[in-house]
């Protein structure tokens, strides 16, 4: 397992967070953390949790899984469950909160089989 790389995540989730256009206290709030911690994460001050990038990834509606590999706490693998994401955002037969709800509960499975592995 790689080693956690606080500054190069940070820079990674500013990243992400200008791509989709939030503003630092947009994110902060969509993610349930505070202002400040999101900023000191963000210059690689803190070391957040994985339960933490599992709320900024959804918020960024991203795969928490990309910043598990980030953060060098997962390996990187074979894209299957960006597949997965891709496939229920494409799907037309669900509404946005369904596939929302689906995300929440296969990102729930990947977040619980990592923490066994920490």
């Known amino acids: ?5 606080v500054s190069s995540l940070g ?12 503003s630092l206290r947009q994110l902060a709030e969509a993610a349930g953390v ?9 210059r690689g001050l803190r070391k957040p949790s994985a339960e933490i990038l599992q ?16 953060a060098g706490i997962l390996e990187e693998r ?7 994401r891709a496939a229920i955002f494409a799907d037309a ?6 596939k929302q709800a689906l995300l929440a509960v296969y990102e729930a499975f990947v977040t619980e089989n990592l923490e066994r592995k920490i």
Request: net charge negative; glycine share 4%; charged share 20%.
């Open 1 to 5: 397992m790689a080693s956690l790389n």
């Open 11 to 22: 820079e990674y989730i500013r990243e992400q967070r200008r791509s989709a256009q939030y």
């Open 34 to 42: 505070s202002n400040p911690y999101l900023s000191q994460i963000e």
């Open 55 to 70: 709320q900024i990834a959804k918020a960024l509606r991203i795969s928490a899984e990309t910043l598990y590999v980030q």
């Open 78 to 84: 074979p894209a299957g469950g960006a597949d997965l």
């Open 93 to 98: 037969a669900i509404s946005e909160q369904q």
